[in-house]
Protein backbone atom coordinates (compact mmCIF):
# COMPACT_ATOMS: atom_id res chain seq x y z
CA UNK A 1 0.00 0.00 0.00
CA UNK A 2 1.57 3.36 -0.93
CA UNK A 3 0.43 6.50 0.72
CA UNK A 4 -1.00 9.18 -1.48
CA UNK A 5 -1.19 12.95 -1.10
CA UNK A 6 -2.61 14.92 -3.69
CA UNK A 7 0.37 16.87 -3.95
CA UNK A 8 2.57 14.18 -4.26
CA UNK A 9 4.58 13.41 -7.41
CA UNK A 10 3.59 9.86 -8.00
CA UNK A 11 5.70 10.17 -11.39
CA UNK A 12 8.62 12.13 -12.63
CA UNK A 13 10.98 11.67 -15.67
CA UNK A 14 13.45 14.41 -16.05
CA UNK A 15 15.10 15.17 -19.18
CA UNK A 16 15.37 11.28 -19.84
CA UNK A 17 16.67 10.45 -23.02
CA UNK A 18 16.43 6.59 -24.76
CA UNK A 19 18.82 5.66 -27.77
CA UNK A 20 18.89 2.22 -29.99
CA UNK A 21 22.34 2.74 -32.27
CA UNK A 22 22.48 6.26 -33.12
CA UNK A 23 18.83 7.23 -33.15
CA UNK A 24 17.26 8.77 -30.38
CA UNK A 25 13.60 6.93 -29.86
CA UNK A 26 13.14 9.75 -26.72
CA UNK A 27 14.80 12.78 -26.38
CA UNK A 28 14.68 15.01 -23.72
CA UNK A 29 11.40 14.14 -22.05
CA UNK A 30 10.30 15.70 -18.78
CA UNK A 31 6.53 15.00 -17.49
CA UNK A 32 5.33 14.84 -14.06
CA UNK A 33 2.20 12.80 -12.95
CA UNK A 34 0.64 13.77 -9.31
CA UNK A 35 -1.70 11.75 -7.72
CA UNK A 36 -5.19 11.35 -8.39
CA UNK A 37 -4.29 13.10 -11.92
CA UNK A 38 -6.00 11.72 -14.95
CA UNK A 39 -3.32 12.03 -18.40
CA UNK A 40 -3.80 11.22 -22.05
CA UNK A 41 -0.58 10.83 -24.16
CA UNK A 42 -1.25 11.81 -27.71
CA UNK A 43 1.00 11.03 -30.57
CA UNK A 44 1.58 9.30 -34.05
CA UNK A 45 2.80 6.21 -34.42
CA UNK A 46 6.27 5.87 -33.78
CA UNK A 47 5.96 9.39 -31.65
CA UNK A 48 7.74 7.27 -28.30
CA UNK A 49 4.42 6.51 -26.52
CA UNK A 50 5.37 3.47 -25.80
CA UNK A 51 9.14 3.56 -25.09
CA UNK A 52 7.82 6.29 -22.49
CA UNK A 53 5.68 3.67 -20.87
CA UNK A 54 8.01 1.05 -20.84
CA UNK A 55 10.43 3.23 -18.54
CA UNK A 56 8.54 4.61 -16.59
CA UNK A 57 7.00 1.45 -15.53
CA UNK A 58 10.71 -0.46 -15.36
CA UNK A 59 10.83 -2.40 -18.36
CA UNK A 60 13.96 0.03 -19.98
CA UNK A 61 16.21 2.01 -18.82
CA UNK A 62 16.39 5.56 -19.46
CA UNK A 63 20.46 4.28 -21.66
CA UNK A 64 21.23 8.20 -22.82
CA UNK A 65 20.44 10.18 -19.74
CA UNK A 66 17.74 11.73 -17.01
CA UNK A 67 16.28 10.41 -14.03
CA UNK A 68 12.79 8.81 -13.34
CA UNK A 69 11.48 8.75 -10.20
CA UNK A 70 8.59 7.28 -8.06
CA UNK A 71 6.89 8.54 -4.92
CA UNK A 72 10.25 11.34 -5.00
CA UNK A 73 12.55 8.32 -4.95
CA UNK A 74 14.39 6.63 -7.61
CA UNK A 75 13.23 2.70 -7.81
CA UNK A 76 15.90 0.09 -7.79
CA UNK A 77 13.68 -3.03 -6.94
CA UNK A 78 11.81 -3.38 -10.09
CA UNK A 79 9.30 -6.06 -8.29
CA UNK A 80 8.29 -3.50 -5.81
CA UNK A 81 8.27 -0.78 -8.45
CA UNK A 82 5.74 -2.99 -10.71
CA UNK A 83 3.18 -3.22 -7.77
CA UNK A 84 3.10 0.90 -8.25
CA UNK A 85 2.16 0.83 -11.17
CA UNK A 86 -0.38 -0.94 -13.54
CA UNK A 87 0.00 -1.61 -17.69
CA UNK A 88 -2.94 -2.47 -19.50
CA UNK A 89 -1.92 -3.94 -22.93
CA UNK A 90 -3.28 -5.41 -25.69
CA UNK A 91 -0.02 -7.86 -25.50
CA UNK A 92 -1.30 -8.95 -22.46
CA UNK A 93 -4.31 -10.76 -23.17
CA UNK A 94 -2.57 -13.10 -25.06
CA UNK A 95 -0.67 -14.37 -22.00
CA UNK A 96 -4.09 -15.02 -20.40
CA UNK A 97 -4.89 -18.80 -20.09
CA UNK A 98 -7.99 -19.28 -22.57
CA UNK A 99 -9.91 -21.19 -20.15
CA UNK A 100 -9.35 -18.84 -16.75
CA UNK A 101 -12.35 -17.54 -15.61
CA UNK A 102 -12.80 -13.95 -15.44
CA UNK A 103 -12.46 -13.70 -11.48
CA UNK A 104 -9.46 -15.32 -11.32
CA UNK A 105 -7.69 -13.04 -14.47
CA UNK A 106 -8.85 -10.23 -12.29
CA UNK A 107 -7.73 -12.00 -8.62
CA UNK A 108 -3.95 -12.26 -10.16
CA UNK A 109 -3.39 -9.23 -10.24
CA UNK A 110 -3.24 -8.91 -6.73
CA UNK A 111 -0.79 -11.52 -6.40
CA UNK A 112 1.45 -10.59 -9.48
CA UNK A 113 0.66 -13.50 -11.59
CA UNK A 114 -0.50 -14.43 -15.16
CA UNK A 115 -2.83 -17.45 -14.58
CA UNK A 116 -3.89 -17.74 -10.93
CA UNK A 117 -2.18 -20.42 -9.11
CA UNK A 118 -5.14 -21.65 -6.36
CA UNK A 119 -3.91 -24.23 -5.32
CA UNK A 120 -0.85 -22.64 -4.28
CA UNK A 121 -3.18 -19.61 -2.87
CA UNK A 122 -5.48 -21.53 -1.24
CA UNK A 123 -4.61 -19.57 2.45
CA UNK A 124 -4.87 -16.55 0.66
CA UNK A 125 -7.22 -16.22 -1.03
CA UNK A 126 -9.62 -15.09 2.12
CA UNK A 127 -13.44 -14.23 0.76
CA UNK A 128 -12.73 -10.51 1.26
CA UNK A 129 -10.35 -10.56 -2.05
CA UNK A 130 -12.82 -12.61 -3.96
CA UNK A 131 -15.50 -9.85 -2.87
CA UNK A 132 -12.99 -7.28 -3.83
CA UNK A 133 -12.20 -8.77 -7.02
CA UNK A 134 -16.09 -9.23 -8.03
CA UNK A 135 -16.55 -5.34 -7.27
CA UNK A 136 -13.56 -4.30 -9.37
CA UNK A 137 -15.92 -6.36 -11.87
CA UNK A 138 -18.58 -4.50 -11.09
CA UNK A 139 -17.19 -1.01 -11.21
CA UNK A 140 -16.31 -1.63 -14.97
CA UNK A 141 -19.76 -3.18 -15.28
CA UNK A 142 -18.72 -6.17 -16.06
CA UNK A 143 -19.37 -8.60 -12.76
CA UNK A 144 -21.63 -10.64 -15.35
CA UNK A 145 -18.15 -12.07 -16.68
CA UNK A 146 -16.81 -13.72 -13.87
CA UNK A 147 -17.47 -16.95 -14.13
CA UNK A 148 -16.64 -17.17 -17.90
CA UNK A 149 -13.52 -18.38 -19.73
CA UNK A 150 -11.32 -15.34 -21.06
CA UNK A 151 -11.09 -16.80 -24.36
CA UNK A 152 -14.76 -16.46 -24.76
CA UNK A 153 -14.84 -12.70 -23.82
CA UNK A 154 -15.58 -10.14 -26.40
CA UNK A 155 -12.16 -7.73 -27.12
CA UNK A 156 -13.78 -4.74 -25.11
CA UNK A 157 -14.93 -7.11 -22.16
CA UNK A 158 -11.36 -9.00 -22.06
CA UNK A 159 -10.00 -4.70 -21.83
CA UNK A 160 -12.84 -4.64 -18.71
CA UNK A 161 -11.24 -7.37 -17.26
CA UNK A 162 -7.63 -6.44 -17.19
CA UNK A 163 -8.63 -2.85 -16.26
CA UNK A 164 -9.82 -4.44 -12.95
CA UNK A 165 -6.92 -6.60 -12.83
CA UNK A 166 -4.89 -3.47 -12.78
CA UNK A 167 -6.75 -2.18 -9.99
CA UNK A 168 -6.53 -5.08 -7.84
CA UNK A 169 -2.99 -4.43 -7.07
CA UNK A 170 -3.87 -0.79 -6.03
CA UNK A 171 -1.29 0.76 -7.78
CA UNK A 172 -0.42 4.67 -7.76
CA UNK A 173 -0.92 4.90 -11.59
CA UNK A 174 -2.52 2.52 -14.51
CA UNK A 175 -1.70 3.31 -17.79
CA UNK A 176 -3.80 2.11 -20.43
CA UNK A 177 -1.94 1.39 -23.83
CA UNK A 178 -4.41 2.19 -27.15
CA UNK A 179 -7.06 -0.16 -24.93
CA UNK A 180 -9.60 0.98 -27.58
CA UNK A 181 -7.47 -0.68 -30.61
CA UNK A 182 -9.37 -3.07 -32.63
CA UNK A 183 -12.52 -2.39 -31.05
CA UNK A 184 -15.60 -1.36 -33.61
CA UNK A 185 -17.50 2.28 -32.80
CA UNK A 186 -19.81 0.77 -30.42
CA UNK A 187 -17.39 -1.10 -28.34
CA UNK A 188 -15.25 1.87 -28.38
CA UNK A 189 -17.74 4.19 -27.34
CA UNK A 190 -18.85 2.02 -24.54
CA UNK A 191 -15.60 1.41 -23.17
CA UNK A 192 -14.89 4.91 -23.41
CA UNK A 193 -17.71 5.76 -21.76
CA UNK A 194 -16.72 3.33 -18.83
CA UNK A 195 -13.30 4.50 -18.18
CA UNK A 196 -14.70 7.77 -18.01
CA UNK A 197 -17.16 6.60 -14.87
CA UNK A 198 -13.94 4.81 -13.66
CA UNK A 199 -11.95 8.21 -13.82
CA UNK A 200 -14.39 10.07 -12.24
CA UNK A 201 -14.89 7.99 -9.33
CA UNK A 202 -10.73 7.04 -8.87
CA UNK A 203 -9.39 9.40 -6.06
CA UNK A 204 -6.84 7.19 -5.62
CA UNK A 205 -5.62 5.84 -8.34
CA UNK A 206 -4.52 8.29 -11.57
CA UNK A 207 -5.30 6.90 -14.93
CA UNK A 208 -2.65 7.58 -17.91
CA UNK A 209 -4.64 6.74 -21.58
CA UNK A 210 -2.20 6.30 -24.83
CA UNK A 211 -3.71 6.67 -27.82
CA UNK A 212 -3.59 8.72 -31.11
CA UNK A 213 -7.02 9.32 -31.87
CA UNK A 214 -7.89 12.66 -30.33
CA UNK A 215 -11.72 11.83 -29.66
CA UNK A 216 -10.81 8.97 -27.27
CA UNK A 217 -9.64 11.82 -24.86
CA UNK A 218 -12.88 11.61 -22.26
CA UNK A 219 -13.43 14.84 -19.93
CA UNK A 220 -11.99 13.47 -16.59
CA UNK A 221 -8.54 13.05 -18.48
CA UNK A 222 -7.99 17.10 -17.91
CA UNK A 223 -4.03 16.69 -18.12
CA UNK A 224 -2.49 15.71 -22.23
CA UNK A 225 0.59 15.28 -22.82
CA UNK A 226 1.86 15.51 -27.00
CA UNK A 227 4.76 13.98 -28.36
CA UNK A 228 6.56 13.85 -31.73
CA UNK A 229 9.83 11.77 -33.19
CA UNK A 230 10.77 11.52 -29.19
CA UNK A 231 9.92 14.77 -27.87
CA UNK A 232 7.49 16.55 -25.79
CA UNK A 233 5.51 18.68 -28.05
CA UNK A 234 3.34 20.13 -25.57
CA UNK A 235 1.81 19.47 -22.02
CA UNK A 236 -1.11 20.32 -19.57
CA UNK A 237 -4.56 20.95 -20.04
CA UNK A 238 -6.22 19.01 -22.35
CA UNK A 239 -8.74 22.20 -22.51
CA UNK A 240 -6.39 24.13 -23.80
CA UNK A 241 -4.05 21.82 -25.65
CA UNK A 242 -6.20 20.32 -27.99
CA UNK A 243 -6.14 22.80 -30.95
CA UNK A 244 -5.92 21.82 -34.88
CA UNK A 245 -2.55 23.60 -35.07
CA UNK A 246 -1.62 21.00 -32.50
CA UNK A 247 -2.75 18.24 -34.47
CA UNK A 248 -1.33 19.32 -37.73
CA UNK A 249 2.01 19.35 -35.75
CA UNK A 250 1.48 15.93 -34.41
CA UNK A 251 0.21 14.04 -37.62
CA UNK A 252 1.93 16.44 -40.12
CA UNK A 253 -1.79 16.84 -41.97
CA UNK A 254 -3.52 20.24 -43.14
CA UNK A 255 -5.22 21.66 -40.19
CA UNK A 256 -8.08 19.87 -39.28
CA UNK A 257 -11.75 21.52 -38.35
CA UNK A 258 -12.35 20.63 -34.74
CA UNK A 259 -16.01 20.14 -33.40
CA UNK A 260 -16.68 19.85 -29.61
CA UNK A 261 -19.27 17.98 -28.44
CA UNK A 262 -19.91 16.35 -24.63
CA UNK A 263 -16.62 18.04 -23.53
CA UNK A 264 -14.81 15.83 -26.12
CA UNK A 265 -13.10 16.67 -29.32
CA UNK A 266 -13.67 15.13 -33.12
CA UNK A 267 -11.40 16.32 -35.83
CA UNK A 268 -12.68 16.68 -39.02
CA UNK A 269 -9.88 16.18 -41.05
Not at 79 to 87: A, D, N, T, V
Not at 216 to 244: C, Q, W, Y
Amino acid sequence: MFYRNPLMSILELSEVSYRVGERFILDRVSWQVRAGQHWAILGANGAGKTTLLRIACGYLWSNAGGEVTRLGCPFVDLSELRKSIGWVTLDMQARIPRDEPALDTVLSGRFAQIGLRRRLLRDELQPHLIDEAHGQLAALDADGLATQAFATLSQGEKQKVLIARARMAKPLVIFLDEPCSGLDPGAREKLLATLEQLAQQSDDISLVLVTHHVEEIMPSFANTLAMADGRVVAAGKTSDLLTADLLTDLYQVAAPRLVHSDRRVWPIW
